[in-house]
């Protein structure tokens, strides 16, 4: 069993930078992918990025690559999304996501979720 939380949402203009931590519990976080989604008003829960457990391979949407960066310490059991250069269109509430066996950028896939943190670009 894995609880998540994630935290550092807030508001920014565009162009500027957040960086979201998701702390988890659990003795085996190092086993589990790691992946990051986000949900827009109106729209689907979307794939943004995600690791390996070793973080040895990071998979990212089209959208954010480049811009996006996912990385994890396991001794902290943390994952985390630094976003740099925001825009408007990512304006969303974005949640981290855990699962030991799968790896991929559909949100049914992934058994553990966390509650979800607002970012809001202001253009």
């Known amino acids: 069993q894995v609880q998540l939380v994630e935290s550092g949402g807030g508001l920014v203009q565009a162009g500027g930078s957040l960086r979201l931590s998701c702390a988890a519990s659990?003795?085996?976080?190092?086993?589990?992918?790691m992946a990051w989604f986000r949900q827009a008003p109106g729209k689907e829960r979307d794939f943004v990025a995600a690791?390996?457990?070793?973080?040895?391979?990071?998979v990212y949407a089209d959208s954010v690559k480049g811009r996006f960066t996912i990385s994890r310490d396991n001794a902290k059991r943390t994952v985390y999304l630094q976003m740099n250069t925001l825009k408007p269109e990512d304006t969303a509430v974005y949640y981290c996501?855990?699962?030991?066996?799968?790896?991929?950028?559909?949100?049914?896939?992934?058994?553990?979720w966390g509650q979800g943190t607002q970012v809001t670009v202001s253009s």
């Open positions: 659990g003795r085996t976080f190092g086993m589990y992918t």
């Open positions: 996501a855990a699962d030991p066996s799968y790896s991929g950028v559909v949100p049914n896939g992934y058994d553990y």
């Open positions: 690791i390996s457990w070793s973080g040895g391979v990071r």
